[in-house]
Nanobody, 114 residues
Framework: QVQLVESGGGLVQPGGSLRLSCAASGFIFTMNRISWYRQPPNKEREWLGTISNGHGKTIYAASAQGRFTISADIANEMVYLQMNNLEPEDTAVYYC???????WGQGTQVTVSS
């Protein structure tokens, strides 16, 4: 069955960086797209960007453009979200999703605070 497992969240100071991982299994990795979303406290879930796993093509939301980078490791069926220059407003639970389906990971908490 499809499984998506996020990891790498934690507490980071403003201006810091963090790399989140999404381990994917149960589907043909290279023929799918994986998206990253986040949900800040008391706010709606927000799409950040999507990668076509096989081609590596990415597309980003305006809020993620420039500071966030999505990449895929085909051999290990992993998708990453590199986040730089983090701000307190980036505090959220971050999720990966098999795009176009209802398969989501359980989420990983990112807290940006001094």
């Amino acid at each position: 069955q499809v499984q998506l497992v996020e990891s790498g969240g934690g507490l980071v100071q403003p201006g810091g960086s963090l790399r989140l991982s999404c381990a994917a299994s149960g589907f043909i990795f290279t023929m799918n797209r994986i998206s990253w979303y986040r949900q800040p406290p008391n706010k709606e879930r927000e799409w950040l960007g999507t990668i076509s796993n096989g081609h590596g093509k990415t597309i980003y939301a305006a809020s993620a453009q420039g500071r966030f980078t999505i990449s895929a490791d085909i051999a290990n069926e992993m998708v990453y979200l590199q986040m730089n220059n983090l701000e307190p407003e980036d505090t959220a639970v971050y999720y990966c999703r098999q795009e176009g389906t209802d398969f989501w990971g359980q989420g990983t908490q990112v807290t940006v605070s001094s």
